[in-house]
């Protein structure tokens, strides 16, 4: 069979041809899986080594790894001599880097732990999971036309678009996505898939939505689910099934939900004291693909019922391309694209999802926002400095005291994020100053801390990347931006206005605002 490197050294790779390479590769590893004496861990998937400073493919030599963290990794000593130096972009060098990196490495048993339990949970030699190569050994991996697995393909793991931030790497590995590929396609039909249609998967590896009677899980709030194992438990699903290569998306919801921003619980509701949740989920992608899992949710939070709306380009893409007869069409006309009700034993819970297409960002100032006011925002892999789009909504979640969090891929970016909060904020003073009283600027710009915690529903496995060994996991890792202020303000005490208040002196907000003529925001515009 021909390999990877191979190719890439005749030519640059399409989406096609690193689709046929896959299928091969799986069809080898089902071989040596199902043969008398097969030797699986033979193979080897590890993804092609890049140069973390000048991005070049490693394909004949043996690439350098950093001694000191075991994170990076580099084609030639002058290339990281360079990066201990100077950091690219003009970013911090990695000197700096290196010690935290160091500490960052230690999570690495725990992301392998969550892997190593599935029986698919290969672990390759330069410690990447090879997630394409177990989708093609499950015979999911595709573009349109594969139910909820549908991906557009190629390098890069989100949609490119005018409010991305900062200089765009490419490399000679990158692979484009599909043509004409849209997210969320199947919502320009006129029906959702079924659980069948979705996964397909062999039916005792799907987690159903619709049950026979007596044969639904246990209520939610009569059990501890709390991870991958307890998940796989309740819901009666063999560790074979590869569901959480999916369902980390509505899982992580509900981590966010639950765990970190405590907004809700399920055991917090009753038959007689039901709850309701508006959440918006802001930036999704693929998960247009696949509404019909967050279903979960309902499932999960017993006597609650869950407006979810979803915004971003994916989103304003799809509804803008909604036609007659359509699911998308629905959104149009401010209707639900999707709804579920969990059976009465499990508290009759219900979900409605909705898809915002008047504008491609999240932006109070749209009136159809007026009445539509969040209890909580998230977003999964969210790229807080990537996308200018999320300092307004990181600006307002502190303002309003919504209640905001988030997941990155990896915990060194959600440390750098942390960071930014505060020049953030300072920045926004000048704005800030003739809108809100004294006590309420000062409370907004007193330390804070945004708690950064391994997510227990991140997707089982390291991401194939080449040129970084840190723990870089999808929905990885959660950050609390701002948390369930609002109900301990009701709770402990009074709340402080946003208003300009009469008589307020000026002298401590002047303070603060010439602050801001040494925090220039300028690296993340």
């Not at 499990?346 to 109070?364: C, K, R, V, Y």
């Not at 789009?389 to 440390?415: D, K, M, R």
């Amino acid at each position: 069979m021909e390999s990877l490197p191979a190719l890439l050294r005749k030519a640059a790779p399409s989406l096609e041809d690193i689709d046929r390479i896959t299928y091969k590769a799986a069809e080898e590893l089902r071989r040596e899986m199902t043969r008398p004496g097969g030797q699986p861990e033979k193979l080897d998937f590890s993804v092609a080594a890049t140069c973390f400073r000048c991005n070049m493919p490693i394909l004949d030599r043996k690439p350098l790894v950093c001694s000191g963290c075991k994170s990076l990794v580099f084609c030639s000593k002058a290339c990281h001599a360079a990066e201990w130096k100077n950091g690219r972009f003009g970013t911090q060098n990695h000197k700096f880097f290196c010690p935290k990196n160091k500490i960052h490495m230690q999570k690495i048993p725990l992301a392998q732990g969550i892997l190593k339990q599935f029986p698919w949970g290969r672990i390759e030699k330069d410690g990447t999971f090879p997630h394409d190569f177990i989708l093609a050994y499950y015979g999911v991996l595709g573009h349109e036309g594969f139910g909820y697995w549908s991906i557009p393909g190629g390098s890069s793991p989100h949609m490119v678009h005018s409010d991305i931030c900062g200089p765009q790497v490419g490399d000679l590995l990158s692979v484009a996505p599909q043509h004409g590929y849209q997210h969320g396609y199947q919502l320009l039909h006129d029906k959702h898939l079924d659980d069948k249609g979705g996964w397909k998967l062999e039916d005792r590896l799907i987690p159903k939505l619709h049950f026979e009677s007596g044969m639904e899980p246990a209520i939610a709030s009569s059990v501890n689910v709390i991870d991958w194992k307890s998940w796989y438990s309740w819901r009666n699903l063999p560790l074979e099934s590869p569901a959480a290569l999916l369902m980390h998306y509505p899982l992580t919801v509900y981590q966010l939900l639950v765990h970190v921003l405590r907004i809700t619980h399920p055991s917090r509701n009753s038959a007689e004291h039901r709850q309701s949740l508006n959440v918006h989920y802001l930036g999704p992608e693929v998960e247009l693909n696949m509404l019909p899992l967050f279903s979960e949710l309902a499932l999960l939070l017993p006597y609650t019922d869950i407006k979810l709306t979803m915004y971003g380009t994916a989103v304003y893409n799809l509804v803008q391309q909604a036609k007659k007869g359509s699911v998308a069409m629905k959104a149009k006309r401010n209707l639900p694209v999707y709804t579920y009700t969990s059976p009465s034993s499990m508290g009759g819970s219900t979900l409605a999802i909705f898809l915002h297409g008047e504008h491609e960002n999240w932006d109070p100032r749209v009136p159809s926002m007026t009445n539509n006011l969040p209890d909580a925002i998230v977003a999964a892999n969210a790229g807080l400095l990537s996308y200018k789009g999320w300092q307004g909504v990181i600006l307002y979640c502190h303002v309003e005291g919504t209640p905001f969090a988030v997941t990155e891929y990896a915990e060194q970016s959600a440390e750098v994020q942390v960071e930014a909060f505060p020049k953030i904020l300072m920045h926004s003073m000048p704005y800030l100053q003739s809108r809100m009283n004294t006590a309420a600027l000062l409370n907004l710009m007193s330390p804070r801390t945004y708690p950064i915690k391994f997510n227990p529903f991140q997707r089982p496995g390291q991401r194939y990347i080449g040129s970084v060994r840190l723990p870089n996991l999808s929905n990885g890792f959660t950050i609390q931006i701002v948390g369930n202020e609002k109900n301990e303000e009701v709770e402990g005490g009074p709340s402080t206005s946003g208003v300009l208040a009469t008589g307020s002196t000026p002298s401590e907000v002047q303070q603060l605002v010439g602050k801001t003529k040494d925090m220039s925001l300028d690296g993340l515009d």
